[in-house]
């Protein structure tokens, strides 16, 4: 068997799954920020040092925040079959040019959909991102399925 990373369609998969990863995790953290200079929290041990009455105007929501994590979820929802069906696309033997395109389509429509999710531009900006990273996917699914129908 060869060595997947000889492969080149496997090497840019992995690098744009890896891209894909670390923005989703650069989420979390851009989530705690936003709670941070917000004073938004939602657990109470995370107040837990602050005085009492401190406590309770922290205990809150955030319109920003939840912007954020909102953001967050929909890459969860995204990002994980990206990697799923990436992996099998990628292993399925396309054409360096084609799977190129799908994994750059996607990489590219998730991080404008962060932009446009977090920084409130206009709608459709946020709904055409989405829906080009969605039919990236679909369009990886048809392919496998359609060359294992063919078998």
């Known amino acids: 068997m060869m060595n997947l990373m000889e492969d ?3 090497r840019a998969f992995s ?6 990863v670390v923005k989703m995790m650069l989420m979390s953290m851009l989530t705690a920020a936003f709670r941070f200079s917000r ?20 205990l809150r929501t955030d319109p920003g925040v939840e912007r954020v994590r909102r953001c967050h979820l929909n890459d969860l ?11 099998l696309y990628s292993l399925s033997g396309p054409e360096l040019s084609c799977a ?9 429509s998730r991080i404008f959909h962060t932009v446009s999710y977090v920084c409130t531009l206009p709608q459709p900006c946020r709904a055409l991102s989405y829906l080009l990273g969605w039919f990236t996917n679909l369009s990886m699914a048809y ?9």
């Open 39 to 58: 004073g938004a929290f939602a657990n109470e041990e995370d107040v837990a040092i602050k005085p009492p009455e401190e406590r309770k105007k922290m």
């Open 143 to 151: 392919r496998l399925m359609s060359s294992y129908m063919a078998l």
């Open 15 to 20: 690098t744009y799954a890896a891209v894909v």
């Open 8 to 10: 080149e369609v496997f």
């Open 100 to 108: 190129l395109l799908h994994f750059r389509l996607f990489v590219g």
């Open 77 to 87: 929802e995204n990002i994980v079959p990206f990697v799923a069906l990436g992996l």
